[in-house]
């Protein structure tokens, strides 16, 4: 069974900083890409950034020189190392796995951005 579990969440200033963790079990972690999705409340769900395989990663628009996303297959664990937080980086952030054309979702983790 696949199952993905995310931590490090939590209040932070602007201007903080903040790592979350996925934690992977069910499955060869080190072969399927994977991302983390955000949703603020009220809106759609907004991807932010994915790292394949081979290590290599893309981050969307809005925090493009910010967050870091990385990998450590042998502990199957996913990261995402956000700096420069903003209030509008409040959001539940979710871990995605892409496997064999099906995606498969942690539970969340709560951000919130706020002074």
């Known amino acids: 069974e696949v199952q993905l579990v995310e931590s490090g969440g939590g209040l932070v200033q602007p201007g903080g900083s903040l790592r979350l963790s996925c934690v992977a079990s069910g499955f060869t972690f080190g072969i399927y890409d994977m991302s983390w999705v955000r949703q603020a409340p009220g809106k759609g769900s907004e991807w932010v950034s994915g790292i394949q395989s081979d290590g290599l990663t893309d981050y969307g628009d809005s925090v493009w020189g910010r967050f870091t996303i990385s990998r450590d297959a042998a502990q199957k664990k996913l990261y995402l190392q956000m700096n420069s937080l903003k209030p509008e980086d409040t959001a539940v952030y979710y871990c995605?796995?892409?496997?064999?054309?099906?995606?498969?979702w942690g539970q969340g983790t709560q951000v919130t951005v706020s002074s």
């Open positions: 995605r796995a892409n496997i064999l054309s099906r995606q498969y």
